[in-house]
């Protein structure tokens, strides 16, 4: 199978020279302790590449490094250390990007942020950009996010749909109804408001499926 990454560096497709003992993600959540199992290492062919001999990369584009003294002397194209046609890549937009978000207006006890999110392709073009605002409020911690009622409702709501279509109705109904929804350490916000209203979207649902299973 043909590679399509590229390095981050140079551009210059990578290659799998040989296979490497090293632990993934995968092997690092799944079994942390185990023993690494032997995978394919991406790397660059190109001997004037900084990257040459200082790092590799697995099968999606995440990094790991040979050499740290050599590491530190790499300068990645756009600061992004993924090679080019890689989930990483795109991931490391997506996910990780935070250089646009600012501090819109700072109170005493919150701030006002203006944080923005992505969406790019496997080399890391952003093909779409999409800006909200945020409130974090200040503790002894520093600031935490806060998230507002509605947002939580809507959130909660689609966790509902979510269980409805993989374990049923029955399954999403009896968890509503269950006695530790009761319990006085859960906020009142979820055991007031979030319950009855999660429960009647369930209920909905379950009489929509019933229809659509009669026509």
């Known amino acids: 199978m043909k590679n399509t990454m590229k390095c981050p560096v140079c551009r210059t497709e990578l290659i ?4 490497r003992v090293y632990q993934d993600l995968c092997e690092h959540v799944c079994d942390p302790n185990g023993r690494p199992s032997s995978k394919p290492s991406h790397e660059c062919p190109n001997k004037y590449c900084t990257a040459n001999g200082a790092v590799f ?4 584009g995440d990094l790991y490094v040979m050499d740290t003294d050599a590491f530190k002397k790499i300068k990645f194209i756009d ?5 080019f046609g890689s989930f990483s890549r795109q991931n490391k937009i997506e996910i990780c990007k935070s250089d646009e978000n600012y501090d819109f207006l700072t109170f005493k006890k919150f701030k006002i942020k203006r944080v923005f999110s992505y969406k790019a392709d496997l080399d890391g073009n952003i093909l779409k950009r999409k800006g909200h605002f945020e409130i974090w409020r200040k503790s002894s911690q520093g600031y935490v996010h806060h998230v507002g009622n509605l947002r939580m409702i809507r959130h909660m709501i689609g966790s509902i749909h979510s269980d409805f279509k993989l374990r049923g109705v029955k399954y999403t109904i009896e968890h509503l109804k269950s006695p530790r929804w009761n319990d006085k350490s859960i906020p009142f916000f979820f055991r007031d408001w979030f319950r ?7 209920v909905c649902l379950s009489k929509v499926y019933r229809e659509k299973i009669k026509s």
Do not use: K, L
């Not at 990369?57 to 999606?60: F, G, I, P």
């Not at 600061?79 to 090679?83: F, H």
């Not at 009855?196 to 369930?202: H, K, R």
């Open 16 to 19: 799998v020279p040989c296979s």
């Open 79 to 83: 600061g992004n250390d993924a090679p």
């Open 57 to 60: 990369w697995d099968d999606m």
């Open 196 to 202: 009855p209203i999660a429960y009647y979207y369930a």
